[in-house]
């Protein structure tokens, strides 16, 4: 059981509590909350937006950093890389091959390294905790079915591949939430599904494709969506760009994109431009594209042609403020056009 947590006497809490999403104050967590064991709360923030967030320990052996003041604009800070994210340490794996499926709504799916297969969710508010996907598929994590596969928690997982299409492929899976995942070796990280999904604190990195014109892109978006937050990760992409979203279905609004870093792949400078993020009205038929939110990013600027925000046709509101190069920490401009 967990106590409310005093600096003099640290406590311990459920590790939601320690996402840069959520607030640290003492008031926002409850006398007795579930946990993980051993985790514990070693310093708490002031109760502020982000602000002043300190050092927190997981049972998984990892800490994070969330000092405002060494974070991109806005605070938070301590952007997620290898060290903050994928399965816990010293987790023991059950190893199979091939495809894992899932049984039941609810199902929690951890402790497993699954080799030359995926995980396939066919059912509503699976968890998948803690596991290492190595996969040779399309996909590392993907559902299979009409759906609704709503409510789904995707959390902790390593996911690798040799240049499939996409790490996480889901469909029809409104609310899901994806965090601390160390994602690698696919063309694209993360393809948005549909509504309330909420994408924090993930590694995306070393993308590849076996096409012969590839299209790298660390989040990709073609629309049908009214509600999408994309907070607090790192994205090393090439190409296209680390943040897509695109009317190539649907139109899309309610989007926010606060407080990431996102950087370009050195191996591929020179050769490709790719924008840090780029949200466009691209298909005219199919709809438009809404209310968008652009805060407090870090982004790297490898090429003069590169563009760091690029946004087009957009009907809005928009609000874009506090983005800064990643280099120079000096403020950036958005294209818009």
């Not at 299979?144 to 690798?160: D, K, M, N, S, V």
């Not at 076996?210 to 994205?235: E, K, V």
């Not at 780029?278 to 805060?295: F, M, N, P, Y």
Request: proline content about 4%.
């Amino acid at each position: 059981m967990a106590t409310v947590p005093n600096l003099a006497n640290p406590s311990i809490v459920d590790r939601k509590y320690a996402s840069v999403n959520r607030f640290l104050s003492s008031a926002a967590i409850p006398s007795a909350t579930p946990l993980y064991a051993g985790e514990k709360i070693v310093s708490t923030d002031t109760g502020a937006r982000y602000e002043g967030l300190a050092v927190v320990a997981g049972a998984w052996g990892r800490i994070e950093s969330k000092s405002a003041s060494s974070g991109g604009g806005g605070g938070g800070g301590g952007f997620p890389d290898a060290s903050t994210t994928g399965p816990a340490i010293g987790t023991v794996f059950t190893t199979t091959t091939g495809n894992f499926q899932s049984t039941a709504p609810g199902q929690i799916i951890e402790k497993r390294t699954i080799n030359n297969g995926m995980i396939d969710i066919r059912h509503a508010n699976v968890t998948v905790r803690d596991c290492i996907v190595n996969s040779q598929d399309s996909a590392a994590i993907r559902t299979t079915g009409a759906g609704p596969f709503a409510g789904c928690l995707i959390e902790r997982c390593t996911l690798t591949g040799i240049g499939g299409s996409v790490a996480i492929a889901p469909d029809a899976m409104t609310n899901l939430e994806i965090r601390f995942c160390d994602i690698s070796g696919y063309e694209n990280g993360i393809f948005i599904s549909d509504n309330g999904m909420n994408i924090h604190d993930n590694y995306i990195h070393g993308l590849i494709s076996l096409a012969g014109s590839p299209h790298i892109d660390g989040i990709q978006g073609t629309g049908g969506f009214t509600s999408l937050t994309i907070r607090h990760n790192t994205i090393v992409s090439w190409d296209t760009s680390c943040i897509i979203l695109q009317t190539e279905g649907a139109g899309y609004s309610g989007t926010v994109i606060d407080n990431n870093r996102l950087l370009f792949d050195a191996a591929h400078i020179g050769t490709e431009l790719a924008y840090g993020i780029l949200c466009q009205r691209k298909d005219a038929d199919v709809g438009t594209v809404g209310a968008l939110t652009i805060t407090n990013n870090r982004i790297q600027k490898a090429q003069p042609a590169q563009s760091y925000i690029f946004i087009h046709n957009v009907i809005g509101p928009l609000a874009i403020s506090g983005n800064v190069d990643d280099t120079t920490g000096n403020p950036i401009t958005p294209d818009i056009s």
